[in-house]
């Protein structure tokens, strides 16, 4: 690890069971990016929270927003690979372990946030996993429940504990990820599909109940993005995603720049639904074509 590693890793906040103290929060502040130019945004002077900002959709998406300027705070439960990562993107990174299926360390991030910022304008809710990959009729239920603490509880949880920053200062943004297994049915994941449902749900019910006070929620289904989740699909065998080729699959940076976009207004005709990075006007719109 190297020295700039190292120091993000000392500012890793560890949440206790108990929480952190509850923060003064900032008076109100916009909740979207302002936009210099053709897919270009501006995200100076805000806080954007990432779940499962270790790898993948997580890491591309803190680069980013980093890179437009935000502050970002990494949430993942592999403390190493957060650290690593703030280390990389310098002094706007706050890099928090934290097991999304576990309310109060949710909780504790969010206050980490804020205490270290001031304030927390965007939450992506990313973490997720796939296995178990599984006919309902040999699928181990303990493991069916793992994963929805991860993929659907985790959602709510980050919903919950960013909620009443979010409205005290104004407003906010909160992006799930979701999936095209979300409205559809594939064999074996009747975990990962039922998550996913719920997750579309529940972005419908935040916006249903929070637009109003100034919260956005959107969904974005991206597609199958190269990341590690791939191959513990393709090891499955089951089902024609396992089948697909790795360059079958858009790469990383796609949905990062996706989320980006989704916070500036040009998205606002699609508040409270899922937004799909497979088609094609949606790819023009967020600059990938």
Known sequence: MDVSAWHALRQVRIPCVWGWPRPVYPGSK?????????????????????????????????????????NVV?????????????????????????????????????????????SLDVLI?????????????????????????INLKGVLHGVRAAL???????GGTIINISSGAATNALEGWSAYCSSKAGALMLTRCIDKEMREKGIRALGLSPGTVATDMQHEIK???????????WSDHIPADWPAKALLWMCGPEADAHLGTDISLRLPEIREQVGLV
């Open 125 to 149: 809710n990313n973490a997720g996993v796939i296995n178990p990959i599984s006919r309902l009729e040999t699928v181990d239920p303990e493991a069916w429940g793992q994963l929805i603490d």
């Open 30 to 70: 916009a909740a979207i990016g302002f936009r210099k130019g053709p897919h270009v945004m501006d995200m100076s002077g805000k806080t954007v929270a990432i779940t499962g900002a270790s790898r993948g959709i997580g890491a591309a998406a803190a680069t980013a927003f980093a890179e437009a300027g935000a």
């Open 74 to 118: 990494l949430m993942a439960r592999d403390r190493d690979a957060i650290a690593d990562l703030a280390g990389k993107i310098g002094k706007t990174a706050l890099a928090v372990p934290c097991d999304v299926a576990r309310y109060w360390e949710v909780e504790a991030a969010v206050n980490a946030a804020v205490s270290e910022f001031g």
């Open 164 to 170: 009443p920053v979010m409205v005290n200062s104004g």
């Open 235 to 245: 090891a499955s065998g089951i089902n024609p995603v396992s089948q697909l080729d």
